[in-house]
């Protein structure tokens, strides 16, 4: 039986009287890789967040490897690789030193540096400053760090955003090899990246989670002949009342 690498129950994130995540319960396993799916504003950014203990939920727990990060908070930390929507990065540090800070703050070896360099193929801009990059790279970046220690659950928020089409391949690719050993949570609203990368998907509208299950499933249960005809409801009802 796989194991189970991440545990959300009854997460529920408040802003006053909104519901940015409701009442959010599911659990992953060793070889899943689920795409976090819905409209701009659907609180998977924000779900994704309080995973990763960036932000804290307003109730409910998250279990990592069986533990409670509420009261484990490094264990967390230890077993999350995690990339934040928009790539936050010391701009000023070149690419090698930004991945042997980030090695240092996770306890982890200068070797590990230079595997996620050649994983993720940025060695032909190690020796650059985070600033001179274009997006892709920055981006590549942000994925090498990521995977630095080699964590068992990898929380991805709009892995491929800013690559051309032969990066996005080679990221897919990796994502997919990795996911065999890993739990993988991939926030998108590429319906083309859950179709193709991912064995699972978990459908997100208001805060709540309206559909989970693999796509044959998901387009059964809702007697759709494709996933966009799905995801157009869900965007179209905040259209409506926008």
Known sequence: ?????????????????????????????????????????????????????????????????????????????????????????????????????????RGVSYKNVEKVIKTAKIENVALQKVETLSKGYQRRVGFAQSILSDPPLLLLDEPTDGLDPNQKKHIRNLISQMGKDKTILISTHLLEEAENVCNRIIMINKGMVVADGTLKDILEKNNKNNLEEIFYDLAGDEGEKA
């Open 1 to 105: 039986m796989a194991e189970e690498y991440l545990k959300v129950e009854n997460l529920y994130k408040n802003y006053g009287k909104i519901k940015a995540v409701n009442n959010v319960t599911f659990s992953a396993k060793k070889g899943e890789i689920i795409a976090l799916l819905g409209p701009n504003g659907a609180g998977k950014s924000t779900l994704m967040n309080m995973i990763s203990g960036y932000l804290s939920p307003s109730s409910g727990d998250i279990f990592v490897c069986d533990k409670n990060i509420k009261n484990n908070p490094l264990w967390g930390k230890e077993n999350i690789g995690f990339l934040p929507e928009g790539s936050p990065l010391y701009a000023d540090l070149t690419v090698n030193d930004f991945l042997k800070y980030m090695a240092e703050l």
